[in-house]
């Protein structure tokens, strides 16, 4: 080995592991400048591969409140057999996602005057934000249904009632009411 191939086989070993760190950050939907920067940086950006990034929709507080109290009602020694707790983070991924478009539909029409189209964006966005609030408004319901489970063991009722906050959630991508047709 010369006295060059060893610091370039560690700067190469960094930058690859560092890639790594960036792709992974990248897939759990932190920004790309935080991704790129996990080049460098990539030992403190370790800790940001397990978080989700928070939002900043209008919704994301109610958000992050729902799911904070559904996690404590599920850490509950009595939820503890609980067998579907990991469907709950696509659920919440879907809330955070469909947040921030609720966010950049509020962003573009800040900035959109009186046309037709306008109109009916602000009618999709109305009925996406009411769609937002009843899973909300859901998962109060599955909290109670958690309790029940762990009086009675009803698994399928508890099951049923995160399959319809699940549908109702992946029904938020879609925009029903209006299309553009430019």
Same mark, same amino acid.
């Given at each position: ?64 409140? *729902? ?61 996406? *934000?009411?769609? @937002? ?17 762990? @009086? ?11 399959? *319809? @906050? ?17």
């Amino acid at each position: 080995m010369t006295g060059w191939t060893a610091p370039a086989l560690v700067i190469a070993a960094w930058l690859v592991i560092g890639a790594g760190v960036g792709i992974q950050l990248e897939r759990k939907g932190h920004p790309s400048s935080t991704a790129i920067s996990a080049l460098v940086v990539w030992p403190i950006l370790m800790s940001l591969i397990n978080t989700i990034p928070t939002a900043t929709g209008p919704f994301s507080e109610a958000i992050q409140r *729902a799911f904070h109290s559904l996690n404590l009602t599920i850490a509950d020694p009595l939820a503890a057999d609980v067998p579907w707790s990991g469907e709950l983070a696509s659920l919440h991924q879907s809330l955070i996602d469909a947040d921030a478009r609720l966010a950049m539909v509020d962003r573009l029409l800040s900035e959109s005057d009186d046309s037709d189209a306008s109109k009916g964006l602000h009618k999709a966005r109305e009925h996406a *934000a009411t769609e @937002l609030q009843a899973v909300l408004a859901g998962l109060a319901d599955l909290r109670i249904q958690i309790g029940l489970y762990a @009086l009675e063991g009803g698994e399928q009722s508890v099951q049923a009632e995160l399959g *319809a @906050l699940q549908a109702r959630a992946r029904a938020l991508s879609e925009v029903r009411t209006t299309r553009w047709t430019g």
